[in-house]
């Protein structure tokens, strides 16, 4: 598995196998359901039943997941035609479409591909004509198609597609990264594995493809626009090598890319312009997110570091230490809030999260009120002046002044930046991870072979439980293994 994706359909659902409640623990994926951190002040993180088991520190601790099956589910898949949240995973040549809520753990939907290999997706709620779904492939092929109209057919192909590159007719390299541009009306971006990144507008499917002026120096960015009724109607030259993530912030001004040299580049959307970036502290970065605000974006790869990186300092503001292999996934949780947060409406505390090759599931606290900005130092190592304390030694240099617009940013020295220990550390798969995703009412992890846990938060645990009494699809036995104590102790550093 190399991407999740949390799809949520408006409509009303009428599946007659749909769950008979959306908050059952034992239901869908649900059934791998964990006390972990989130709203209020819990610092535990315990198992509870499900289905199948794994080993974990202090004993034997079942847990589910969503696997692949090699028989498709589709018997009554026909009928889902509206409301519901759905989990869009790639495993292999497959394309796999899961009900979260759903009482069969097994995928309800497969889309096979037979010559080339599906390796990013992204959903667009707000879509207006019901092509929601864009799905890229190693080819460099991209479509979009409803995710309604996928869940009605029975078949094992895509449908009612619109079809962008075909065959590589504009890019032939491995598309990367797709993504919606928020409030764009339907345009998207498709980025590839030689640096190039396109853009496409929805709307202009089958129009001629179109032709690019040839870019004159790979190591500068570039950015070529298209004739009136051609399709990609731009091509931004990024990097050498490849784009490994894309990603909008929640208001569509800005947009984030990471990639094989190693760099972070923040642009300027509509305007199309460099506003800043930086680069790792070793090797290739993987992925990145915006935080809700857009103040914030986080960025993790070989380096086994989370960065925090400041739009308002274009800088790396905090570095996390704690994974020991590459940070693969990255995210900011958008509906935690910290116990003594005040009303002001002014994040005080940003809570995120991160999985890596090493299997493990970190959760982060930013408080940028309590980072300990580090000492400038002399050529000695000690800071300067020779005192030991904070009060006579002046600030790092790498805090000096705010990063120009347009300016990528050398790895500053580890000493110069502060660091950051996770609240919570736990291995959480037995195979290395590819993604972390939040949602209200749980925190989902993907690894690579093809495996969704869902760990539902204290508040919706203790929901649950008491729901069970009246929900006759939860026994006793789920019952009370929610109120179990299996617990893994997190503290604030």
């Not at 869902?454 to 009370?480: F, H, M, Y």
């Amino acid at each position: 598995m190399y991407h999740v994706t949390l799809a949520h359909l408006k409509e009303k659902t009428q599946s007659p196998q749909a769950s008979t409640s959306g908050t059952g623990v034992a239901s869908g994926v649900r059934s791998a359901a964990a006390r972990i951190l989130g709203a209020g002040n819990s610092r535990a993180l315990s198992f509870v039943g499900g289905n199948g088991s794994s080993k974990y520190a202090n004993g034997s601790i079942k847990n589910g997941s969503v696997g692949i099956s090699s028989t498709n589910s589709t018997n009554g898949s026909s009928n889902f035609d509206g409301k519901g949240t759905y989990l869009v995973f790639n495993v292999g040549d497959t394309i796999f479409i899961s009900d979260l809520n759903s009482q069969d753990k097994d995928p309800i939907k497969s889309i096979h591909f037979s010559n080339s290999n599906p390796l990013c997706h992204a959903f667009d709620p707000d879509a207006k004509d019901g092509h929601d779904l864009l799905i890229g492939l190693t080819s460099g092929d991209v479509y979009s198609v409803s995710l309604r109209q996928q869940l009605q057919d029975l078949g094992k192909k895509l449908v009612g597609t619109h079809h962008y590159n075909k065959d590589g007719s504009i890019n032939n390299s491995r598309c990367t990264s797709v993504a919606w541009v928020p409030k764009g009306d339907g345009t998207f971006v498709a980025a590839h594995a030689d640096g190039n990144m396109y853009v496409y507008e929805k709307s202009k499917d089958g129009v001629a493809d179109s032709t690019f002026s040839a870019i004159k120096d790979q190591t500068q960015f570039s950015v070529s626009h298209a004739r009136h009724r051609s399709n990609p109607i731009a091509r931004w030259h990024v990097c050498q090598g490849s784009i490994n993530c894309i990603t909008f912030s929640n208001d569509g001004a800005y947009m984030a890319t990471v990639g094989r040299d190693g760099y972070l580049r923040v642009y300027d959307y509509k305007r199309e312009q460099l506003i800043c970036g930086g680069k790792s502290y070793y090797g290739a970065l993987l992925c990145c997110a915006w935080s809700g605000d857009s103040k914030y974006i986080l960025t993790g790869g070989e380096d086994d570091l989370v960065q925090v990186w400041s739009m308002e300092d274009r800088k790396v503001v905090a570095w996390g230490e704690g994974h020991n292999s590459w940070v693969s996934g990255v995210a900011f949780d958008p509906f935690w809030a910290p116990p003594n947060s005040d009303d002001t409406g002014e994040n005080v505390v940003y809570r995120f999260g991160s999985v890596g090759q090493d299997t493990q599931l970190l959760l982060w606290d930013l408080e940028m009120n309590e980072i300990v900005v580090p000492l400038r130092r002399a050529p000695g190592g000690s800071p300067l002046g020779g005192s030991p304390t904070y009060s006579t030694a002046s600030q790092s240099s790498h805090w000096d002044n705010i990063g120009p617009v347009g300016t990528l940013q050398p790895s500053p020295s580890m000493r110069d930046v502060p660091k950051l220990n996770p609240v919570v550390t736990h291995r959480v798969h037995t195979e290395p991870l590819s993604g972390v995703l939040f949602t209200q009412e749980s925190i989902l992890t993907a690894c690579r072979e093809g495996h969704i846990k869902v760990w539902v938060r204290p508040g919706c645990v203790e929901n649950q439980a008491s729901n069970s009494e009246t929900n006759p699809s939860i026994g006793l036995r789920d019952k009370s293994s929610i109120i179990a104590n299996n617990s893994i102790s997190g503290s604030k550093h």
